[in-house]
């Protein structure tokens, strides 16, 4: 790909995450000056970096967007929720163009007509001509005053009405009177001077534009009894677009330029490896030096000093390439507000949505993975959970429904939640339909706790939907959210009241380069389990086991957990042995204990994703390499209790 090209596509999607932020706080805020300035200053830059491009009709809905802001950020207008919806919708469209242009090298043989329909839906066209044609025409005319100008100048319109002279208003002795004058030209009110036949000698037909020194706040007093007959726009010396915007001076970057350096992903995600690799490295040290205590203490001891003094620079060296690896969420998710206002189109409902947190940096890994899945459950937020106008308003709630998206950082966890305001999740209905699919047995089904229930969702197969359409009903998506769940190493939850609404939360790990593990011994082998799948370990005497139905369970801190046996899961036999070992994980909502038969070192390792015939094993959920070269199979405690 054109390196010009690559960097505009990720510029570009940048600019339409921020444009949509400015846009959403818009909604809440329609005077918001600093937002306003925000959705300004992210267009007027988008506009730029599409001409670069065979981009045509993005450029034309950009400079109409930019004008229609331009009169809000001068205070000539105030946006309307029509405006607004307007402006949202252009950059939608934009941003549909940028994925175009990647995908396709164009933007398709219906771009001109979609910007057309656009411009024109609304008048926002007309306004925009209306309100900075004249300026680039000004500019044209002064060209080479302006670029030599030594102070900032000031452009400024009046067009008196018609009825000015009768009012005793004299236009020509008002700007006569205006300070810094550097040019003025006296043009026909219309499109041309009327012929003699059709002019009126007691009308005034006249426009009077020019050129000042003066500051924009000098100027306006002089025109405060004609407030509605007259434009001021301040001008930067010397500059000017193609479009005869002139804008004011860029805010000075605070970086020193030079400080930042783009950096393929690819070559990150090798430096991540090789910190993976001497992390195992330097756990191979703690090895040597347990050999090396039979034969030589003061080597080991040595050996122990050098482990530590490596383990804090490789400690070091972990946590800035994870902070090199940190990026914003904010492109990755840049599409979700244009995906829900099209999914609620297609339903025909209204639906607000509000991101918050989506600045929330996280390591690459989670940011490329986290879109797939928030989408499947915004889809099905959309079209199970919230209901439509009609049903809400049965319901005693407004016709518009709420969907939130909320992105933060809890201690090493990334934390995500995605919570509405519809109708709930139905236990009763998810058994009753977990039953009639096959998916879980009718006893099973009454027997099943409520975290137990709602987490039937994710099975595969799964479906409430009555009929297939565009967005579900075909009994996938909330097992493809468990599955990408699984792989970034995070768990999800679920709360839901019915009539209220349903609140999902993901948990991520901060940290995608090593995974904290726990070694564990199950039947002779030796197995890793990920920290963040444990609830706790614990060790109790055998009478404590006690036959529930056909298996086991026991009672830690007053709840009755069932017991399984991981060595027998793993094809092993139980060694029977007592106190007996318990690692207890809520991995799949309800805590379900594990017997294993010890316990071992806990190490920060570098997990590999399973492959060739690992990859075919749900309950394996990677590799890790041990320090003495071992290699162990990391456990997807999910897959094992599910």
């Not at 426009?207 to 025109?223: K, M, N, Y």
């Not at 919570?419 to 209905?429: F, L, N, P």
């Not at 999800?492 to 726990?518: Q, Y």
Request: proline residues 5%; contains cysteine.
């Amino acid at each position: 790909m054109d390196e010009l090209l690559e960097q505009f596509l990720i510029e570009g999607r940048d600019l339409v995450a921020h444009a949509n932020a400015a846009f959403a706080l818009l909604h809440g805020k329609p005077g918001e000056e600093g937002a306003i300035d925000a959705a300004f200053r992210a267009v007027h830059t988008l506009k730029g970096s599409v001409g670069l491009f065979d981009m045509a009709p993005a450029e034309r809905l950009l400079h109409a967007a930019e004008d229609r802001l331009s009169l809000a950020r001068k205070g000539e207008t105030r946006l309307t929720a029509v405006d607004l919806t307007s402006l949202v919708g252009m950059i939608d469209q934009v941003d549909r163009w940028i994925d175009a242009l990647e995908r396709d090298g164009t933007l398709g043989p219906d771009a001109s007509t979609l910007a057309e329909r656009l411009l024109t839906s609304d008048g926002l066209e007309v306004r925009a001509e209306s309100g900075r044609g004249w300026l680039a025409a000004l500019i044209n005319r002064h060209r080479a005053v302006i670029q030599n100008s030594q102070t900032p100048l000031v452009a400024f319109r009046y067009a008196p009405d018609s009825d000015a002279f009768f009012r005793g208003e004299d236009p020509l002795a008002l700007v006569a009177t205006l300070p810094g004058l550097v040019a003025i030209d006296i043009l026909p009110a219309t499109e041309k001077w009327p012929t003699a036949d059709a002019f009126e000698a007691f009308s005034c037909i006249i426009a009077i534009e020019g050129l000042s020194s003066a500051t924009a706040d000098t100027l306006r007093p002089f025109f405060r009894l004609v407030p509605d007959q007259f434009t001021l726009t301040p001008l930067e010396v010397g500059r000017e677009d193609g479009a005869g915007t002139v804008e004011p001076a860029a805010e000075p970057d605070t970086q020193a330029a030079g400080t930042i350096v783009r950096v393929d992903a690819h070559r990150v995600d090798a430096l991540a490896d090789t910190v993976g690799e001497l992390v195992v490295a330097t756990n191979a040290l703690a090895i040597l030096a347990e050999r090396a205590d039979a034969i030589d203490a003061p080597l080991a001891l040595g050996i122990r000093a050098a482990q530590a003094d490596l383990e804090r620079a490789v400690g070091a060296a972990s946590r800035a390439v994870s902070a090199v690896r940190l990026v914003s969420l904010a492109p990755a998710l840049r599409r979700l507000p244009r995906l829900v206002r099209e999914i609620a189109a297609s339903l025909d409902k209204d639906i607000h949505f509000a991101m918050t947190g989506e600045q929330t940096e996280v390591d690459k890994h989670i940011a490329d993975g986290l879109f797939e899945p928030l989408l499947h459950l915004v889809r099905n937020a959309i079209d199970h959970g919230i209901e439509d106008a009609a049903a809400r308003m049965h319901a005693g709630k407004t016709p518009t429904g709420s969907l939130t998206l909320a992105i933060g950082r809890e201690a090493e966890d990334v934390v995500v939640t995605l919570s509405d305001d519809g109708a709930g999740i139905d236990r009763d209905r998810i058994r009753t339909t977990a039953v009639v699919r096959g998916l879980i047995t009718a006893e099973v089904g009454e027997a099943l706790s409520d975290a137990g229930t709602l987490a039937l969702i994710f099975a595969p197969g799964f479906s409430t939907a009555q009929a297939v359409s565009s967005v579900s009903g075909r009994g996938v998506g909330m097992d493809a959210v468990q599955a990408a769940i699984d792989r970034l190493r995070g768990r999800i939850e679920i709360d839901s009241v019915v009539g209220r609404g349903t609140r999902f939360t993901l948990r991520l790990p901060a940290n995608a380069i090593t995974t904290r593990l726990l070694v564990i011994d199950v039947a002779n082998d030796r197995y890793a389990v990920p920290f963040d799948q444990i609830a706790e370990t614990v060790r109790v005497g055998s009478d404590r086991l006690v036959p529930v139905g056909t298996g086991m369970a026991c009672v830690l801190r007053n709840r009755t957990v069932p017991v399984l046996s991981l060595a027998e899961m793993l094809g092993g036999t139980d060694s029977g042995a007592s106190p007996v070992k318990l690692l207890v994980t809520r991995a799949s909502g309800d805590p379900v204990a594990l017997r294993v038969d010890g316990f071992h070192e806990r190490l920060d390792a570098m997990v590999r994703p399973p492959t060739g015939f690992l990859a075919g094993m749900p309950l394996v959920g990677g590799t890790t390499t041990m320090g003495d070269g071992a290699v162990l199979l990391v456990l997807n405690m999910a897959e094992v209790v599910g």
